[in-house]
């Protein structure tokens, strides 16, 4: 039996192992995308909170050569060999974010994901306050970049603002989807909100 508050390896971390993915979350991405079907060939992507690189990898396969795949995190990435993919380290809440993601692509965006997480503290207000902070961060980074019938994905925290949150990513997508990825830790507060068909 295993000792008290040790954590066993569990199924998601072996398989990201044996399959040379940068991150568990790697099957987070690749179930969001495939419920949702937001990953097309040739789809220019943000990823914004992107270090190691899991959802990265999947990204990048699915788009493929003719797409782009820009990620951004406060964490260095290790480089990609695909040259469609570019990453950078920046911190999405700096006053110069903006400018410094149009240097890196300044054209129009197809899908901006976020799994921007603060650093926990234990105090669920101020976590879930942090991470609603990056979520809307993402979601104004999506509606000012993202090209008509673009999609949005980003997570957050439940609890505080969270209706908030939802309300305001409806107001500027078609369809508004919750998705909890099979892949998501046991106990994890964690949800993802997409936004799907972005509104002229
Ligand atoms: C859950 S991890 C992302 C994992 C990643 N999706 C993957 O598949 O490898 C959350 C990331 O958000 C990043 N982050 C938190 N605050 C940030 C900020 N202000 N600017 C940029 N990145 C930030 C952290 O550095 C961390 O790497």
Do not use: C
Not at 25 to 33: G, L, N, P, Q, R
Not at 57 to 82: E, H, K, M, S, Y
């Amino acid at each position: 039996m295993a000792k008290k508050g040790y954590t066993p390896k569990d199924h998601f971390f072996k398989q990201a192992k044996s399959q040379g993915l940068r991150a568990r979350s790697a099957f987070k991405i690749d179930e969001i995308a495939k419920r949702l079907g937001i990953l097309k060939k040739g789809a220019r992507v943000l990823d914004m909170g992107a270090a190691p690189g899991g959802f990265l990898q999947v990204i990048a396969d699915a788009v493929g050569p003719a797409g782009l795949v820009v990620g951004v995190d406060l964490a260095p990435i290790r480089p990609f060999t695909q040259p469609w993919v570019r990453t950078a380290v920046l911190d999405v809440l700096a006053e110069d974010f903006d400018g410094k993601l149009k240097a890196l692509y300044d054209g129009p965006l197809d899908v901006v994901v976020s799994d921007l997480a603060p650093k926990t503290t234990g105090i669920r207000t101020t976590d879930e306050a942090r991470s609603q902070r990056l979520a809307h961060k993402a979601l104004d980074v999506a509606m000012a970049r993202s090209a008509l019938g673009g999609h949005f994905v980003a997570k957050l925290f439940m609890g505080g603002d969270f209706e908030e949150f939802r309300a305001a990513v409806k107001g500027a997508y078609a369809e508004v989807k919750l998705v909890r990825p099979e892949a998501t830790r046991g106990g994890s507060m964690e949800i993802y909100v997409a936004g799907l068909n972005r509104r002229p």
